[in-house]
């Protein structure tokens, strides 16, 4: 409750994400391995003054939103959208009338502007109390020309959300912009057409609303890997995924192929998923003699899960023999088809320890690989 009096804020998650260009509406891309959903009603859920939630989504992803806010105790109603923006709202008007009759103030909120905090909230809220209305916006930075006039910019504001309205306000708005046949991009702009005054409180530069592929913040990790194998009689020696012509193999549970490990290891470590002996114990025969390249497909598999894909990678081999130069592009290739990268992200490359150490005395063969992986 705000000074004694209701809210409900309604997440309008109903777009279809085309302008992004991705297989999913984009209320439902992760960002660093949460739903963007997940992440912006998570905000109002933990917002003290908030005190219900409607969500209005696409309605083919009505089971997939309930799954996903199970767990929110805040969230009253998933319901499904109108054919714009304009007419979810109204739904959502609706709707938590029935939830929640006794509130007092809504607030309207886009799911796709998931870096809200609750101090834009609560300066809405601030604001609607005062004047009855209110938008988060910005001072705009840039010039802005109209009609081949150039506008004064400090008296320009960049609208954001939330947007925040005493419950009889913003339903007379939506009652007259459907009586008058009329359509906005703004809610506060549906007030304004009463005659009503909306007062602007303090939003943020960083509460941006993902439109485009340009407006994902992809956060990058880093990961480090190193594997060391001992050489045997009667195995094959195996390097990123290729079979390398030597007098001896390398030993291990799976093919023993080394490069490959260690750039598994890199991964999952920048992914903080452990290391290839926690997913791929020694102790499994399903394990026994496999290819290394199919564990590197499940490693990505296991990263995707997370909401992160491979970046670029930089891997050493290091060993006295085999030579492996006319060998590392094909070990390129292999790793990145397993990973469903370019190969112009991966960097295979061989040295020696001068004859000192286990590989100098040709007991064995070590890798060590630094990748980068990206998240949404």
């Known amino acids: ?36 959903l997940c992440k912006t009603t998570d905000v109002f859920e933990k917002n003290s ?22 767990g929110y105790s805040k969230v009253l109603e998933v319901i499904s959208g109108g054919a714009q923006r304009q007419d979810s709202v109204a739904e959502g008007l609706r709707r938590v009338k029935e939830s929640m009759p006794d509130y007092e103030y809504v607030l309207i909120h ?24 209110a938008v988060a916006g910005v001072p705009v930075k840039d010039t802005i020309r109209y009609l081949g006039m150039t506008l004064e910019r400090k008296e320009l504001v960049s609208v954001q959300t939330p947007q925040g309205f005493r419950r009889e306000i913003i339903e007379e708005a939506y009652r007259k912009a459907y009586s008058d ?9 549906l007030v304004e057409r009463l005659g009503r005054k909306v007062a602007v409180s303090e939003g943020d530069y960083a509460n941006i609303k993902i439109t485009t592929m340009e407006d994902l913040k992809v956060s990058s990790r880093v990961g480090i890997g190193f594997d060391v194998h001992r050489f045997a009689e ?14 001896k193999g390398l030993q291990g549970h799976s093919d023993a192929d080394v490069l490959t490990h260690a750039v598994m ?38 990263l995707e899960k997370k909401g992160f894909r491979p970046g670029n990678i930089d891997a050493t081999v290091i060993c006295e023999r085999p030579k492996i130069s006319a060998y590392t592009d094909s ?46």
């Open 110 to 133: 886009d799911a796709v502007r998931p870096f809200v905090t609750a101090e834009i909230i609560e300066s809405c809220l601030e604001e609607t109390e005062i004047v009855g209305a």
């Open 1 to 36: 409750m705000y000074k004694g009096k209701k809210v409900v804020a309604i997440i309008a998650a109903g777009g279809s994400g085309t302008r992004l260009g991705a297989n999913k509406p984009k209320q439902f891309i992760k960002l660093n391995g949460e739903p963007m």
């Open 331 to 376: 070990m390129r290739d292999n790793i990145a088809k397993a990973l469903k990268i370019s190969p112009n992200v991966v960097n295979i490359k061989g040295t020696t320890t001068e004859k000192l150490g286990f590989a100098g005395r040709g007991e064995g063969i070590a890798a060590q690989a630094i990748t980068m992986i990206e998240g949404e």
């Open 265 to 302: 290891d890199a991964l999952l470590g920048a992914a903080g998923l452990g290391d290839i002996g926690k997913l791929f114990p020694d102790s499994d025969p399903e394990f026994e003699n496999i290819s290394s390249l199919i564990l590197l497909e499940r490693v990505r598999e296991a």
């Open 234 to 247: 009667g195995r094959k020696c195996v390097l990123g995924g290729v079979s390398i012509p030597y007098e």
């Open 181 to 189: 046949g009329y359509y906005g991009t703004d809610d506060g702009g």
């Open 49 to 70: 003054y908030v005190d219900g939630i409607c969500v209005v989504t696409n309605k083919d992803y009505i089971n997939t939103t309930k799954d996903m806010l199970k």
